[in-house]
């Protein structure tokens, strides 16, 4: 995420570092490279401006403090000026009502189905009772996927297929989650591979028919100026109270999130990562501008642990690894928590210093893979008790996952240095230990 922007602006303020003080020539330099990076990140020139005057403004006859560098102090002023860009503060979902109705906009392909399952997937997890609605009548199969991400998080779908008038289908599904206890109504509707008159009065007439409290904007990062553009036109038309940026995952360069709430003057309310039903974020802007800074995000990384690790299972691990009792089936657990935390380049990028250190490194979803098929293919016994696995065993097991030997033996032998090591911190006078679910 944001790779290329990070290198940009990292590499300008090579500028002032060392320097002994704040000059206007040091000045002039840095911000000149920052504006060559948010141009080519395809940040309108406008924005790209203003944003560098101010930046500049403010570091003209900035007295630099005895504890901090010229450098540091100036990445200080950048990043305010970024999470100033972005919006500020984070905006909050509006989810209240008897139900809430949500309705989701954008265009065809960015990712509106399913940013409506992981919608959906989050505030089942707030505590909330969401209905997932197909309005999308025209895309083949879009029914069929809103089903299968429903019956993955545990979520009904209204749908009425033989129907082909989305407001009629919305005003039924409004009623049906009524009648059944449903609190919040979350309207996927259709897009189109550009913006025209049929898909505007579609959308209008859904948010005349509806009266939602929310109507979020779907737009694909990786369209850049494009994105905002679009935007812009569906601002005119709907007044949509906030937008959702997808495909951040992707190589994105920026330009959506940094630019899109200075030209709709709406917030940014979520960011979503790759497939997975559990990679949605709250955006928030001074995370974000820590990230482009390269300072990463261990806030986000703590919460996104937070959110998958339960308190007491954690503490009932704590208790085998500190019995030195840690075996497979504890591992093959850890792994899939671990997984539901998104994905694992993007996971890596949250810890400081590593953005930079992951830029050319390609980290597959399907890490543990070979792993996991190692684990599987063990009895239960076996899973639980690994001191009884021999060679001959090894050899079976080699055998049912399709791997090679030297491959099994090289994951024992990790997995033997790892549960020393976890002894090892398990054994000092605090145990750090994942937080429970808020």
Known sequence: MFENLSERIASAFKQIKGEGRITDLNIANTVKDIRKALLDADVNFKIAKEFTDKVRDKAVGQKVLTAVSPGQQMVKIVQDELTALMGGEASELNASGNPAVILIAGL?????????????????????????????????????????????????????????????????????????????????????????????????????????????????????????????????????????????????????????????????????????????????????????????????????????????QAKKLEKKIRKNQFDFQDFHDQLQQIKKMGNLKDLMGMIPGMGKAMKDIDISDDAFKGVESIISSMTPFERANPDIIDMSRKKRIASGCGRDMNEVNQFFKQFEQMKQMMKGMANMPAMPRMGGRR
Do not use: C, W
Request: overall charge neutral; proline content about 3%; charged content about 25%.
């Open 108 to 312: 065809q392909g960015s990712g509106k189905t399913t940013f409506s399952g992981k919608l959906a997937n989050y505030l089942k997890a707030k505590g909330k009772s969401p209905l997932l609605v197909a309005g999308d009548v025209y895309r083949p199969a879009a029914i069929d996927q809103l089903k299968v991400l429903g019956s993955q998080i545990g979520v009904d779908v209204y749908a009425e297929p033989d129907n082909k008038d989305p407001r009629q289908i919305a005003e039924n599904a409004l009623k049906h989650a009524k009648a059944t206890n449903k609190n919040v109504l979350i309207v996927d509707t259709a897009g189109r591979l550009a913006i025209d008159e049929v898909l505007m009065n579609e959308v209008a007439g859904l948010k005349t028919a509806l009266k939602p409290q929310e109507i979020l904007f779907v737009v694909d990062s990786m369209t850049g100026q494009d994105a905002v553009n679009t935007a812009r036109s569906f601002n005119e038309r709907l007044d949509f109270t906030g937008v959702v940026l997808t495909k951040l995952d992707g190589d994105t360069r920026g330009g959506a999130a940094l630019s899109i709430k200075y030209t709709v003057q709406k917030p940014i309310k979520f960011v979503s990562n790759g497939e997975k039903m559990e990679a949605l974020d709250v955006f928030y802007p001074d995370r974000m501008a820590q990230r482009i800074l390269g300072m990463g995000d261990i806030t986000s990384l703590v919460e996104r642990a937070q959110a998958q690790f339960d308190e007491e």
